[in-house]
């Protein structure tokens, strides 16, 4: 039986910046920004056990290296390859925080990941997927006219205590296919559709502001899902989610959503991603819902 108490969830989504050997003038490479990322999450985290984190163009290095500071081991530690959840087959966990997603290139570890980070002890992994956002969403591949293979990652758990399921979206649109990002909006809407009554959270980069086509789809009268930022019950920090390293760009492009349905918003940040040392930690800034699941 289900537990019908309320359970508060946080939710955290940040494009990190990929490490590139290239930066942008104001840009610091992975090793600088990689200490002032991971803090970030543990700060925001560490009174949240059920806080499920969403990050965008992480690399596979990247990858260990935060896994690695959430969970307080070194890089050279032996962390899976793929992803792989202790609770399915009821091993009991060594790390703190475990993870799904895979690279986006070629279905393994070869190019960015949209992985979705939680703790095994709190939310048991029940199933996952990467749908890749294209006309052949089981493979690898770009669609339409994205300059990119996009991606979005799918999570069906249940809470360990409450035994409450949930349905958890990551995925990064493509930031130069207008026609990429509209179909992507609607490969995503049929996955909230396929979960049924099962409440759905949807968190990432849609290279969208408000008035564009993909947004407006996912938020629209006719879609389950709703923009976190307008249901919320009090709001915090800042509003511009994309800032690029210069502020040079200034767009709100970074969203959590949740379904209509089966949720409230207690609240709302936007986090800071710069510093009186003036570094940034990405050019995007982290996006924070604090939200209840009541069915």
Not at 147 to 166: E, L, P
Not at 182 to 204: N, T
Not at 227 to 245: H, L, P, V
Not at 264 to 278: H, Y
């Amino acid at each position: 039986m289900k537990a019908h108490a309320a359970l508060p969830i946080r939710i955290l989504t940040h494009n990190i910046r990929y490490a590139t050997k290239s930066p942008f003038k104001g840009e610091k490479p992975w090793s600088d920004r990689k200490h002032l990322i991971v803090n970030e999450l543990k700060y925001t985290t560490a009174h949240n056990p059920e806080a499920f984190i969403c990050l965008q163009e992480v690399l596979h290095g990247q990858l260990i290296d935060i896994l690695s500071g959430l969970n307080s081991t070194p890089s050279s530690a032996a962390l899976p390859a793929q992803p792989r959840d202790p609770s399915i087959d009821g091993e009991k966990s060594k790390y703190e925080w475990t993870y799904i997603g895979v690279g986006r290139d070629d279905g393994l570890q070869a190019g960015e990941y949209s992985p979705i980070i939680y703790r095994p002890a709190i939310w048991k992994l029940d199933r996952w997927k990467s749908v890749w956002l294209s006309p052949t969403p089981d493979r690898p591949g770009k669609g339409w006219d994205a300059g990119s293979v996009r991606i979005v990652t799918v999570g069906h758990f249940t809470h360990q205590g409450s035994k409450k399921s949930v349905v958890g979206l990551c995925t990064h649109f493509d930031e130069q296919g207008e026609v990429s990002r509209r179909e992507s909006a609607r490969i995503i809407q049929g996955i909230v559709r396929d979960a049924g009554k099962e409440p759905v959270w949807l968190a990432g980069d849609l290279n969208s502001e408000m008035d564009g086509e993909a947004y407006r789809n996912l938020n629209g009268e006719e879609s389950t899902l709703g923009d976190a930022r307008g249901e919320a019950k009090w709001r915090y920090g800042n509003e511009i989610t994309c800032t690029g390293f210069q502020q040079e760009e200034m767009t709100v492009i970074d969203y959590v959503f949740v379904s209509k349905q089966g949720w409230s918003v207690e609240g709302f940040s936007v986090l800071p991603n710069r510093f009186e040392d003036g570094v940034y930690s990405s050019d995007h800034r982290a996006v924070v819902v604090d939200a209840v699941l009541n069915i």
